[in-house]
Nanobody, 123 residues
Framework: QVQLVESGGGLVQAGDSLRLSCVIS????????MAWFRQAPGKEREFVAG????????NYADSVKGRFTISRDNAKNTVYLEMNSLKREDTAVYYC????????????????WGQGTQVIVST
């Protein structure tokens, strides 16, 4: 059974950077896709970034394009979300998710989730 564990969240100021990590226990096959979602208080969970496990097809929400980068380290079975130029509106709980197939933007398409890591951006 595959499990996902996120880390790296915290309290930062606007303009700062953070790197989130998602460690995948169990095998991560090339036919799987990994994604980051986030959920702010009172809002629905929204897609942030996703890619195939082999690194192909990275795509981003318009709100983070140019500021966030998704990547992975095969040797460490870890997916990262590098977040730069953080804004107050990036405040949310960030979740790592996995599915078999291509990366999509729908949360319901993913069947494996981590517990989430909180990011708070202050101004």
């Amino acid at each position: 059974q595959v499990q996902l564990v996120e880390s790296g969240g915290g309290l930062v100021q606007a303009g700062d950077s953070l790197r989130l990590s998602c460690v995948i226990s169990g095998r991560a096959f090339s036919s799987t896709a990994m994604a980051w979602f986030r959920q702010a208080p009172g809002k629905e969970r929204e897609f942030v970034a996703g890619m195939r496990w082999n690194g192909n097809s990275p795509n981003y929400a318009d709100s983070v394009k140019g500021r966030f980068t998704i990547s992975r380290d095969n040797a460490k079975n870890t997916v990262y979300l590098e977040m730069n130029s953080l804004k107050r509106e990036d405040t949310a709980v960030y979740y790592c998710a996995r599915r078999v197939g291509s990366p999509t933007r729908g949360a319901s398409d993913y069947n494996t989730w981590g517990q989430g890591t909180q990011v708070i951006v202050s101004t």
